[in-house]
């Protein structure tokens, strides 16, 4: 399955606006689109027990049926999009493990509540767990997403040398060339050195391929007369350089884990503007 993209539903309009995001990108790269569904009884039942047996029967024809009106309203919206879809017993992220092993995806998209601060639904609670164990990255997606595309992309960097290998496997699955925006979140006033940032720049320059790229960073504040913590620092600069895609680094380590490591599930189902691709630093 080359050129496919593996994309989540459990049927919520945080999946939905996942996959019509996936089928904006399919129509810009020209991919395909893979949709599944995974269906388990309750913890207290086993698929051994003939009522957990039965209750899987009834999830399965639920799920198929809800699958194919999904479908069916996929193909009105984007007539020209090549979709399949699955309905398959077991965990969400042991299920897209295996297909990962099976079949070859350019990546697995998911759709989360985003800013609006809707309940979170169950593709939120596990979010974290497939950004952990997901060989290849997720993407997130905030509900409520608008017609999308994929032509400026934001790193947040820390100036790790493992930032060039994401960034490489990112280009390597999108064909064309795309603007690249590096976001800096400082604290206590400190500036980057503007020889690390031109050491950076150049050495994602001579190895990657961008139409361009530009370095941003802004200064996390706590002071009760202005407050601009990280998140508000990075939403700002997503924001004032109409960034598509943010790109994000996962290691327990990174600046960005440690001020979210606790909350990362809730922070993302609620605070996400924009798609963000993750990638567990395990895998680069």
Same mark, same amino acid.
């Given at each position: ?10 049927? @919520? ?6 996959? *019509? ?10 991919? %395909?689109?893979?949709? &599944? ?7 207290? &039942? ?6 957990? #047996? ?8 639920? =799920?198929?049926? %809800? ?11 984007? !007539?020209?999009? /090549? ?16 297909? &990962? ?12 509540? =985003? ?5 979170? /639904? ?7 767990? +497939? ?14 997403? =608008?017609? @999308?595309?994929?032509?400026?992309? =934001? ?10 290998? +994401? ?7 999108? !064909? ?31 190895? &990657? ?7 941003? #960073?802004?200064?996390?504040?706590? *002071? ?7 998140? *508000? ?19 327990? %380590?990174?600046?960005?884990? /440690?001020?979210?490591?606790?909350? +990362? !599930? ?12 993750? *990638? ?5």
């Amino acid at each position: 399955m080359n050129n496919t993209l593996l994309v989540l539903t459990d049927f @919520s309009d945080n999946a939905w606006s996942g996959i *019509r995001y996936s089928a904006f990108l399919a129509e810009q790269f020209q991919w %395909k689109l893979h949709i &599944l569904h995974t269906y388990a009884p309750s913890a207290n &039942l086993t698929f051994q027990d003939h009522f957990g #047996e039965a209750v899987a029967e009834v999830q399965r024809k639920e =799920g198929e049926s %809800k699958m194919k009106t999904l479908a069916a309203k996929l193909t009105d919206l984007h !007539p020209d999009a /090549r979709v399949t879809t699955a309905c398959m017993f077991g965990d969400v992220a042991d299920t897209v493990l295996n297909l &990962l092993q099976e079949n070859s995806y350019v990546f697995v998209v998911m759709g989360t509540a =985003g800013a609006s601060g809707l309940k979170k /639904r169950t593709l939120g609670s596990t979010t974290l767990n +497939l950004i952990k164990c997901c060989p290849i990255g997720i993407i997130a997606v905030p509900e409520q997403l =608008g017609q @999308s595309k994929v032509e400026k992309v =934001g790193l947040l960097t820390n100036f790790k040398n493992n930032e060039r290998t +994401l960034l490489q496997s990112l280009t390597d699955r999108v !064909p064309g060339t795309l603007d690249l925006l590096l976001m800096h979140v400082t604290e206590k006033g400190i500036t980057a050195a503007p020889e690390t940032i031109n050491s950076l720049t150049a050495a994602f320059a001579d190895k &990657l391929q961008f139409n361009s790229i530009k370095y941003i #960073e802004k200064n996390a504040v706590y *002071r009760l007369d202005y407050y601009m913590p990280i998140p *508000r620092a990075i939403d700002w600069m997503i924001e004032k350089e109409g960034v598509d895609l943010l790109v994000v680094c996962y290691n327990r %380590k990174s600046f960005f884990t /440690r001020f979210m490591s606790r909350n +990362l !599930p809730k922070y993302i189902s609620n605070n996400l503007l924009i798609p963000t691709y993750f *990638r567990s630093e395990s895998f680069l």
